[in-house]
């Protein structure tokens, strides 16, 4: 039986005893006639065939930034001998091996298969080509992190370590496999413990930050996988860094909306810091109050609102002073922002706070005045809003007859718009009644 028969018919025993004993140039035919490296995701049990070409110079088997699966080529291959002698080219040598094998797609087929179907027949077929494979760090480590991906038994990442993978490299992203390990087997968290302790064993940071700052904590902070922090936080990682943009973790949950998460690392200890600034120099409570994405009626809103009650159970200060530059306001307040959300909002913060609501701000308004200033834009249902906050205000205290330094009550202020003229009329009614 001829080589070319035995690989169509798939009798790779057999491909490899003829390939023994064929010339290279008779291996070479019969490669090209099956269109063999086009389909190397069929051969992957071809082990010992694809060995031999090794051995044979004909195929090189590397993992290399370039990816391949494609003969090589010189350019200088063909110029006329008489253009060599030109240049004062000597006569190109041979390639080593006419093909560099597509060894990622065996690789990758072979990983995969464990990760889809726990094949282990594939597992051991990647022990067999491992020795023969170079260049098994190519691509910022890419082959150990496809194997961490498809959750691959400690067994193997051993076999890809012994082998020459450096389990110290880092990726594009300056992260190191552990980043890797938290994005991939997470939801087992048993697995992770597993893969967290080895990685750990083999010397690598936890605490280690990626280029824009965080660490493989923050991810699963991120994520609300609690169970999964706790295996981090076990294995020695740091609650208290800061991390990208110099948040801290609670600072990260509470942007990513983590309610159970919060709770949790403040378990911990954690505690929310409310004298901290940001870049823009906003406090956390007014960062959080400052969001437009929040506190709109729909999916949410509920978790926005349980968020709110975690940071004024710590009692806060509603009258902070903020810059806020988009608005041209130099001491802006958390009670500012209030007053721009749903009247639950305001109502929540006045009843976990019970804060003094005749206090003056530099113009001498009150949260009153402000809650009657507010803009309604045309829109009935602002002007709707604004009356029901007013009136939580002054039913928890607010005082109607203060007058500003421009020697206006709320009744007065909110006099500016035809839409609010029904906020005027009961202001003074509550005027009348003081």
């Not at 110079?57 to 060599?84: K, R």
């Not at 943009?245 to 505690?271: P, V, W």
Request: with cysteine; glycine share 4%; net charge negative.
């Amino acid at each position: 039986m001829s080589l070319l028969t035995a690989l169509k018919a798939e009798d790779y025993a057999l491909a490899t005893t003829v390939a023994a004993t064929s010339c290279d140039a008779d291996i070479r035919q019969a490669l090209t006639a099956c269109y063999f490296m086009q389909n190397l995701h069929r051969y992957w049990q071809a082990t010992e065939f694809i060995l031999l070409l090794q051995q044979r110079g004909i195929v090189s088997l590397a993992l290399d930034d370039d990816g391949a699966n494609s003969q090589q080529t010189d350019v200088t291959e063909s110029f006329s001998p008489a253009l060599l002698a030109a240049l004062e080219l000597e006569q190109p040598a041979p390639a080593s091996a006419d093909y560099v094998i597509g060894t990622e797609l065996i690789i990758k087929q072979l990983l995969e298969g464990w990760g889809r179907w726990q094949d282990e027949a594939k597992l051991a077929a990647l022990a067999q080509y491992l020795p023969a494979v170079s260049g098994l760090n190519a691509n910022f480590g890419q082959l150990l992190r496809l194997a961490i991906q498809q959750r691959c038994p400690l067994t193997t990442i051993q076999q890809l370590v012994d082998a020459g993978c450096d389990a110290q490299l880092l990726s594009k992203a300056q992260e190191n496999y552990l980043f890797e390990v938290v994005k991939s087997i997470a939801a087992d968290h048993d697995q992770l413990a597993a893969y967290v302790d080895y990685f750990v064993a083999q010397g690598l940071n936890i605490n280690h930050t990626n280029v824009v700052g965080n660490t493989p904590l923050v991810t699963l902070v991120k994520q609300g996988n609690i169970a999964a922090i706790d295996v981090l936080l076990s294995a020695g990682a740091d609650a208290d860094m800061t991390f990208a943009n110099e948040q801290d973790l609670l600072e990260i949950a509470l942007a990513s909306g983590q309610l159970e998460t919060i709770k949790h690392l403040q378990a911990h200890g954690l505690q929310f810091d409310f004298d901290k600034r940001d870049k823009e120099q906003k406090s956390l409570l007014y960062w959080f109050l400052d969001d437009r994405t929040r506190f709109h009626k729909g999916a949410g809103y509920k978790n926005d609102l349980k968020l709110l009650v975690l940071l004024l159970n710590d009692q806060p200060d509603l009258y902070q002073s903020n810059p806020d530059s988009y608005r041209n306001q130099p001491n802006a307040t958390p009670m500012h922002r209030l007053l721009d959300h749903e009247p639950d909002v305001l109502q929540l913060a006045l009843h976990l706070l019970h804060p003094d609501l005749n206090y003056t701000d530099e113009h001498g308004n009150t949260p009153l005045h402000l809650a009657a200033a507010n803009y309604v834009n045309y829109e009935p249902a602002r002007a709707e809003a604004i009356l029901q906050r007013v009136k939580l205000l002054v039913s928890y205290g607010a005082d109607v007859t203060l007058r500003n330094h421009q020697e206006q009550t709320a009744a007065d202020v909110a006099s500016d718009d035809d839409l609010k003229i029904h906020i005027v009329e009961w202001l003074k009614q509550q005027e009348a009644n003081a």
